[in-house]
């Protein structure tokens, strides 16, 4: 298993424009099955492993050029996500992680993104192989690869 770390202030940075944009891009997954998206995270494998905003208009990047994303510690490039797709399978992907809808537990995605970023945790973890994926939130100092 792969495990991912991001920036939780970063993340924050592009889920707060994914809720704050009049409209959101439509994921595979919307269009095949007439589903209208709302705020969401695009967890993407390309030209690295990194988290986007589905807002409308885009996020633009703060230095200019290409959309805004946050990516994974040490997998900034297309051949650091193709050095692990062993682990994760070799297609490109793109997985919406809805921020607004409520989980099991009432509690929604951006809800936890902003408690532990106030709770003095600092990282969004995906445990990610090539059939499940997991998320939790951490603090750099607890977690090891």
């Given amino acids: 298993m792969l495990q991912l770390r991001f920036a939780l202030r970063d993340v924050l940075d592009v889920a707060a424009h994914a ?7 439509a994921s595979f997954v919307n269009t095949v099955d007439g589903t209208t998206p709302g705020p ?4 993407v494998g390309d ?6 905003s589905n807002g ?6 703060p230095g200019g050029g290409r959309l ?9 490039t297309a051949m650091a996500k193709h050095a692990v797709a062993g682990e994760i399978g070799g297609d490109d992907f793109c997985e919406p992680l809805p921020l607004l809808e409520p989980a099991p537990d009432g509690l929604t ?9 106030t709770a003095g945790l600092d990282l969004l973890v995906i445990d990610l192989d090539a059939t499940a994926m997991q998320l939790f939130l951490a603090d750099t100092r607890e977690v090891t690869r």
């Fill in 47 to 52: 030209d690295g492993l990194y988290l986007m």
């Fill in 56 to 61: 409308l208009p885009g996020q633009p990047h």
């Fill in 109 to 117: 995605l951006h809800a936890r993104l902003t408690a532990g970023l």
């Fill in 19 to 25: 809720v704050a944009a009049p409209a959101h891009k």
């Fill in 68 to 76: 805004h994303v946050v990516y994974a510690d040490g997998y900034r």
């Fill in 40 to 43: 969401a995270l695009w967890f």
